[in-house]
């Protein structure tokens, strides 16, 4: 998988910076994050691309089920995020489609050395100081770790991953998902969560020195 510690490095730089446009309106029923513009590998609207390994290949895309964010990866590692703050305890799920093209060849989270996944989306908790101590909690669809496993990352102790879909059964084929984010924060770090402060996707094959492909749309937070 991904780069976690690299994640919450750049939330850092933009913890105190969240713009107004991603802030929560309490009144609302969705929180949804919008995926506009981004043509032509810009960034969508509002969101920031991350490049750990290589150059990032992450687009807008038109598809079956609307706008989506188009990732790819040949042996890199790259994210986009979106800053968003609000309570997790009044908007709960995390509601998403998404449909993976490839999946890295011998991905496996439990593995250090293979950890990539061609789908990820993580929900980040600032927690001071940012760089060490922010709380990620990862929705990966692996290759090779059975779906429904929970297990922390080999790479950094402040990110749990569950894994919502695995292997190539599903693959070509969109998937609707729907995660209780307060309540796996809580099952996974024993504690109650503090505000969101960032959604980030992900896509890497950097380990397993292979390719994925990955569509991931309709994203949105919910208090039902």
């Not at 933009?14 to 513009?37: H, K, Y």
């Not at 042996?75 to 993976?100: C, E, G, H, M, P």
């Not at 993580?122 to 100081?129: M, Q």
């Amino acid at each position: 998988m991904g780069k976690p510690f690299h994640i919450a490095a750049a939330l850092a730089a933009a913890l105190l910076a969240l713009s107004a446009a991603g802030s929560a309106n309490p009144g609302r029923a969705v929180l949804r994050l919008p995926i506009e513009g981004g043509r032509d590998a810009a960034a969508p609207d509002g969101w920031t691309i991350r490049e750990w390994k290589g150059r990032a290949d992450i687009a807008v895309a038109d598809t079956e089920i609307g706008k989506a964010i188009h990732l790819k990866s040949a042996s890199t590692s790259t994210a986009i995020y979106r800053d968003i703050d609000f309570d997790i305890s009044q908007y709960r799920y995390l509601n998403w489609k998404w449909k993976v093209a490839s999946l890295p060849k011998g991905g496996d989270v439990r593995i250090k050395n293979t950890d990539d996944q061609a789908a990820q989306i993580y929900v980040i908790f600032p927690k001071w100081p940012v760089i060490l101590n922010s709380r990620l909690v990862g929705y990966i669809w692996d290759t090779t770790a059975p779906a429904g496993m929970a297990i922390p990352s080999t790479k950094t102790n402040t990110t749990r991953y569950i894994v919502v879909e695995s292997g190539a059964k599903e693959v070509g084929g969109w998937r609707q998902e729907r995660r209780n984010v307060h309540d796996d924060y809580k099952r996974l770090f024993g504690e109650e969560p503090h505000n969101v402060g960032r959604v980030t996707l992900m896509i890497d094959s950097d380990d397993t020195r292979s390719r994925a492909e990955a569509f991931i749309g309709d994203i949105y937070f919910s208090k039902d």
